[in-house]
């Protein structure tokens, strides 16, 4: 496995390389979990040459407090992607490498998918995200690059990035990894207390539950009784609950034959936000 640290070094790494054609990127920004190694195992099963990026990104936290409480864990990191494949290069670069003047993101114009849900309750998140994306994008020219489903408005959103930028590259989206109680893995999930970590089940349950009802019952009835469920959890408290069609993330007033739909939501669990989402239909 081989560490680099600068954009340099990986520019010049990846230019020496037989195989440029066949290149995986899987960006990550630390604290890996099972999640992100099924990302990292299929990147590998379906590329010569993998670059796996570890950067925490500053521009994407609205909140001060969430970025000093996210993990570093490069050693830890390292171990998890070296079990997995020996000739993998992990970039992991500081932020003046990544930003060589200001801290600052760029802006974005999304078509509107950054302004619901995450884009809603975390202003200027997504023009973050978009920022790093794009030059990770832009420095490793990889051929794939994969992206959990658990955060589906961003996989759409870095889809309509590269649309928007030209930028040659097949957006790959994964499926959810759940711990065996139905909680998406997440880097947050660490920060739960054993007991809230199976309290916090309750979310993946009602969005079962949630796309149940959906056969047979119209989103905005959904969605009013997934709220009620809420108020009878006291230790978990509901940021959102919506629905939308996976393409616009638009919140759907009526349902419509041939339109996918998919349900989000954001809960607050001893001050740990956690969000999933479930295919509807």
Excluded at 219 to 230: C, G, L, P
Aim: charged share 25%; with cysteine; proline share 4%.
């Amino acid at each position: 496995m081989l560490l680099i640290k600068t954009r340099k070094q990986l520019k010049e790494h990846l230019w020496a390389l037989d195989k440029k054609d066949d290149l995986g990127l899987v960006p990550t920004m630390g604290a890996l979990h099972i999640g992100h190694a099924a990302l990292i195992q299929r990147a590998v099963a379906e590329n010569s040459v993998v670059v796996v990026s570890i950067f925490v990104n500053p521009t994407q936290f609205n909140n001060p407090e969430d970025l000093k409480n996210y993990p570093q864990t490069l050693t830890a990191d390292l171990e998890i992607i070296g079990n997995i494949a020996k000739d993998i290069i992990v970039f992991a670069p500081h932020i003046q490498e990544m930003y060589t003047e200001k801290v600052k993101s760029e802006s974005y114009d999304f078509d509107g998918l950054d302004k619901v849900m995450e884009g809603a309750f975390r202003a200027g998140h997504f023009d973050g995200v978009g920022t790093i994306v794009e030059a990770l994008l832009t420095l490793v020219k990889p051929t794939r690059a994969y992206f959990g489903e658990k955060d589906f408005q961003q996989l759409q959103i870095i889809k309509k990035l590269t649309e928007i930028r030209n930028i040659p590259v097949e957006i790959i989206g994964c499926p959810i990894v759940r711990e065996a109680n139905g909680l998406a893995y997440s880097s947050r999930n660490e920060r739960l207390s054993k007991s809230m970590r199976e309290k916090a089940s309750f979310i993946y349950r009602t969005l079962k539950a949630a796309k149940k009802k959906f056969g047979t019952e119209s989103a905005i009835n959904v969605k009013e009784w997934v709220k009620k469920q809420f108020e009878q959890h006291p230790d978990l408290k509901l940021e959102y609950i919506e629905i939308t069609p996976t393409n616009t993330l638009k919140p759907v007033l009526r349902k419509y034959k041939n339109i996918k739909y998919r349900a989000f939501i954001a809960v607050y669990a001893e001050d740990v936000r956690l969000i999933d989402n479930i295919a509807l239909n």
